[in-house]
């Protein structure tokens, strides 16, 4: 139950009748009096169980974008219902304007809405609908809170779209469309076409040239239909925070560019997430959309506090197929995690498979070791450099086992990994 | 995710009044205590200090009725109207507690019908002893001993009055002296003024010889009127307390407001639905480990070990930019970098030779690590 505003109004209006009759017993008398028109008043209330929600699915918003949810309302009592309901979420889904006022009457229907505006990525969820109904005086009211289900799926942001664009650009100078037509190894024969000024002389085809009154030449495209496997450490390493971005964040800002870049190369993407166990696996996604379907498996992926199990990720890369692929591995280059859990299974994946660590470096490390004023300073700048040189030193053993290795801040890592994508596939290396 | 949810079925109601029991039996409580009080109030029960039908440990109930046992006529009014009406003589002991309510109308009102009779007042303060024209200061005081009588009248003669708080009167001869005056004083004959009043209390009439000394003083005549002055019967001119010019409703309607206000907390605090719940995150910063290795070489003072890994951090990073490779040769390390700095080969050496000694002192590893930082500098610069 709840009582209103106007019970203390009408608690002061005794004020009239103790003035009339300065008695300490017309005090409690009339408090007598008002209790027992809120309990009248509460009895009379109509239950809040004839009031019926239901909650339509809510679906998927990206990060930092509006969303809303409805609640259809129904009145399935014989009496009209008046009162107040709030439509409760967790409070990183940021709901605003979740308390509705109910005016129905017998057998009428609404919609309520409620904006929400998620500040986390992830399921998040509705924690249950309060519904008050105000008794026939207004005085007293009856409560209750019953779970309605619903969830919002929050998409994580991709930031690094902002780089699509001029990634795409130097895909397409690869590809052939743009004047330089480049041949090489990892190109593939493409089409005839006449010389025109400015071609590379080598790739002038002499046979077709002399069927031809014209001098032609060969087209080159870079190789495509390659396979690229984006595995996503969800284990205690990528809990940790840089700036205020866990490391899995930008991890995952990083797989949706190369996802994007990559789909539009003509590549096929697939996708692993995991720790101990595998959380999460998008096979084959190449059509324009796979940055859509990666955000979804990435929605509900938080880091847990538990030690990656390489060994089972491998498996899992495995399984996804024997052909020659393009292995990235996303996972933060912690000396000691890597060493322990990722060596030893490295000769099987770069065995068969090009493989790529994608670290995200804490630009807070180095400036730990530059600075040097207090003996606390000192101190840590002795422990940075440490860490510093553990973690080349981590790097340099990844890259004797043939693995590529690209380092860079959390802002930097998108792009740094998508170019070293596109200098592989310039290459011919994947 | 849809979910649809019917009215409860009444198999719940019984749930419901089970789970709701404490506030019912509270409520319940609450409002017989209410209604018990309603009917109860009032019913004879007085609750002044020393009033002759209070119970309590301030009142003097006992002093009353152990005076009516012993055969004096007690005759308790309540009003100036009440004592006008009681016939007073030479034969009557009047007693007036709670003097603090007489004013200077009912003041005069008591002097005049009580003429002739024994008159005794309570600790009276400076109003009436002022108003009845006596040179009597009152003082209040307090005291750890009994008071011993140590006066000429014959009847208080060996006995003693033991009070915690007390007025004394500041006269000439009075029973009971202490420090300021008389607890027991005669200003004027058959005028008393008792300053030791919890000597008649209910929980003080038994300690030391309070008991006699009130039987004495209150017991000497046939009759006695129990005199309780009320404010209702002072007429205007009187000089009177504060609460006599505040409105007569003013307290009940002060206990309203504290009910609304108590109303207003109800209503306030009763939240709609449950709080809001975030299953937290876990927050790591990635560079907490660094941070504790270095409070730890802090905390073990290892400046050995830190002056190691700053000088072959150094080392490292001057080869990367001498384009030493990897592992350079120490000795050539330090004669390059001597070369390109311009300083000696020894300053170098004592400077980060991987056989430099170790600094002795925290301030030395402060400059060490300021030193390397210079020289970081200079190797950068072209």
Redesign the interface.
Known sequence: MAITGRVPLLLLLGVAAVVLRPEQGTVWLWVLAVLLLVAVDLALAPSPATVVVERPPVGTVRLGHPASTRLLVGNQGRRRVRGVLRDSWQPSAGPEGDRHRLALAPGARAVLQTTLLPRRRGDLRALGVTVRLRGPLGLAARQRTRPVPGTLRSLPPFESRKHLPSRLARLRELDGRAAVRVRGQGTEFDSLREYVRGDDVRSIDWRASARNRTVVVRTWQPERDRRVVLVLDTSRTSAGRVGDVPRLDSAMDAALLLAALAARAGDRVDFVAGDRRVRSRVRAARSRGVAGTLQEAMADLEPVIVEADWAALAGAVTGLGRQRALVVLLTPLEPSAVEEGLLPVLPALTAHHRVVVASVRDPALEQLAAAHGTLDEVYDAAAAHRSLGRRLHTAGMLRALGVDVVDADAEQLPPALADHYLALKARGLL | ????????APAKRGGRLRRHRSTLVVGIGL?VA?LV??LA?GAGVRSAALDPDNPDPAGAQAVARVLEDQGVDVTVVRSADALDDTEVGADTTVLVTSTDQLGQSTLDRLVDHTRGARLVLTEPGRGPTRALGLRADPQAVTFDDAVAAGCADPSYSGLAVAVDDGVEYDVDGGCFRGGSGALLAEPRPDLWLLGAGEALSNDQVLRADNAAVALRLLGGRDRLVWYVPSLDDLVADDGVSLQTLL???L???L???A???L??M??RA?R???L????L???????????S??????KAGDRA???A??R??AR?RAADRLRLG?RPDPDTLVRDLARHTGRSVDEIAALVGPTAPAPAT?HD??TL??R??ELDEEVRRP
């Open positions: 995710m849809t979910a649809t949810l019917t009215p409860e409002a209410v009080v309603l109030g409105p007569s409703w307290r009940p309607a206990w309203l407001a009910v609304a206000v109303a207003l109800v209503w009763r709609l639905g449950p809001a719940v975030e299953p995150p876990v927050v790591v910063r990635a560079i907490e480990t660094t941070r290795r270095g409070r730890l070489y802090r070990h830190a002056a890994i700053l072959g951090a490292a990897s925290d590893l402060i690590a300021e390397l930082a």
